[in-house]
């Protein structure tokens, strides 16, 4: 709900006014950012009301488990019409959502590939894809490690009080999912223009030199902002798998004299890995097409396939935009069956051992 709430280039391209569409819109074209604030501002109260439905509908409600590998549920096989309706519903489902407009892409991809008109597009195509997968990936590994990290330190907290405090202040920073891409690039530009002047002050007196861009129109700015918007993604992943652990092991282990940072890296981290793997494929799809953010903070010349996409259909030539989106299909569903085969030979594994 809160991606479809954030979109901006589906709903740009059809023409359909949306709350996050409009931020951009009066941001860029208005240049009214007082009136995308408050567009922004909405977005927020909408997010934070869906997050606090969200947590009172959960309650107390926890799932430990005993160990890294679940139980996997027993099959309920259908017959007669059952089976063929159920098979239908799902076939329907998938041939509209991905079989159709695939094929659609496929088709274009493959008269571009044979059009002798067409421009050597061959020439960037591997940078947009380096860059993509670089950026994508060290998001991924950012995002993961800070939610680890922060997951942690609330679950180590055991003054009821402070627990409290701790997991307001992570609705807080998880915020950053519901807000349009083009708003946390704003933000970071007004935070990080500041610090990135100061920085080359402080050197320029120390050294004689001044950097330049080290923060805005720079790598770290992106990832940052990447940070402030995928956060939620993440930690969730990490805090829904490290639910799932029983405290009795981890008071076990602090019983014997581990410190908590040791019973992070000896308990936890082994036993939420999928979830971990998992957080970090969905920030790095998410990562791979995310577009107002990166056009926005992206070092000069430091394009994407997302933005490669999206120049090519804004100047309405479908076709040449087939490449770059089948591109980021590709790249986003190859970690995911890699997680895929993981999981299924460590259940094979778990079987084997339990046999």
């Given at each position: 709900?809160?991606?479809?709430m954030?979109?901006?280039?589906?709903?740009?391209f059809?023409g359909?006014?949306t709350?996050s569409?409009?931020?951009?819109?009066?941001?860029?074209?208005?240049?009214?950012?007082?009136?995308a604030?408050?567009?922004a501002?909405?977005?927020?109260l909408v997010?934070?009301?869906?997050?606090?439905l969200?947590r009172?509908?959960?309650?107390q409600a926890?799932y430990?488990?005993?160990g890294?590998a679940?139980?996997?549920?027993?099959?309920?096989r259908l017959?007669g019409?059952?089976?063929?309706?159920?098979?239908?519903?799902?076939?329907?489902?998938?041939?509209?959502?991905?079989?159709?407009?695939?094929?659609?892409?496929?088709?274009?991809?493959?008269?571009?590939?044979?059009d002798?008109?067409?421009?050597?597009w061959q020439n960037?195509?591997?940078?947009?894809?380096?860059?993509?997968?670089?950026?994508?990936?060290?998001?991924?590994g950012?995002?993961?490690?800070?939610?680890?990290i922060?997951?942690?330190g609330?679950?180590?907290?055991?003054i009821t009080?402070?627990?409290?405090?701790?997991?307001?202040?992570t609705?807080?920073?998880t915020?950053g999912?519901a807000?349009?891409g083009?708003?946390?690039?704003?933000g970071v530009l007004?935070?990080?223009?500041?610090?990135?002047?100061a920085?080359?002050?402080i050197?320029?007196?120390?050294?004689?030199?001044?950097?330049?861009l080290?923060?805005?129109g720079?790598?770290p700015?992106?990832?940052?902002?990447?940070?402030?918007?995928?956060?939620a993604?993440?930690?969730?992943?990490?805090?829904a798998?490290?639910d799932?652990?029983?405290?009795?092991m981890e008071?076990?282990?602090?019983?014997?004299?581990?410190r908590p940072?040791?019973?992070?890296?000896?308990?936890?981290?082994p036993?939420?890995?999928?979830?971990?793997?998992?957080?970090?494929?969905?920030?790095?799809?998410?990562?791979m097409?995310?577009?107002?953010?990166t056009l926005?903070l992206r070092?000069?010349?430091?394009?994407t396939?997302?933005?490669?996409?999206?120049?090519?259909?804004?100047?309405?030539f479908w076709e040449?935009?087939?490449?770059?989106?089948?591109?980021i299909?590709v790249v986003?569903?190859v970690?995911?069956?890699?997680?895929?085969?993981v999981?299924?030979?460590?259940?094979r594994?778990a079987a084997?051992d339990?046999?």
């Open positions: 709900m809160m991606e479809a954030t979109d901006y280039g589906t709903v740009s059809f359909y006014p709350l569409e409009g931020v951009v819109r009066i941001w860029e074209g208005r240049m009214d950012r007082a009136a604030t408050e567009l501002a909405l977005l927020l997010a934070f009301g869906i997050m606090l969200e009172a509908l959960r309650g926890k430990y488990q005993q890294g679940r139980r996997r549920p027993q099959r309920l017959r019409w059952q089976q063929w309706g159920a098979f239908g519903a799902c076939m329907t489902l998938l041939g509209i959502a991905f079989v159709l407009p695939v094929t659609q892409l496929v088709a274009w991809a493959i008269g571009e590939l044979h002798p008109s067409v421009g050597a960037i195509f591997g940078d947009y894809v380096v860059n993509s997968v670089t950026l994508a990936g060290m998001a991924a950012f995002v993961i490690g800070l939610g680890l922060v997951a942690h609330v679950r180590s907290t055991s009080g402070e627990r409290r405090v701790a997991r307001g202040l609705r807080l920073v915020l999912y807000m349009p083009a708003v946390v690039a704003v007004i935070w990080l223009t500041p610090l990135n002047t920085i080359n002050d050197s320029d007196q120390l050294f004689g030199v001044q950097p330049g080290v923060l805005i720079a790598v700015g992106l990832i940052y902002a990447y940070v402030v918007r995928f956060m993604v993440g930690f969730n992943s990490v805090e798998s490290l799932k652990v029983t405290p009795n008071g076990a282990a602090r019983t014997l004299g581990a940072s040791r019973v992070l890296r000896r308990i936890h981290m036993m939420v890995r999928t979830g971990m793997a998992a957080g970090a494929i969905l920030v790095f799809v998410d990562v097409k995310e577009l107002p953010a926005m070092p000069f010349g430091m394009d396939l997302a933005l490669w996409a999206y120049f090519l259909a804004a100047e309405s040449a935009a087939a490449i770059p989106s089948l591109t299909l986003g569903l970690p995911v069956l890699l997680l895929m085969l999981g299924e030979q460590r259940r594994d084997c339990t046999v």
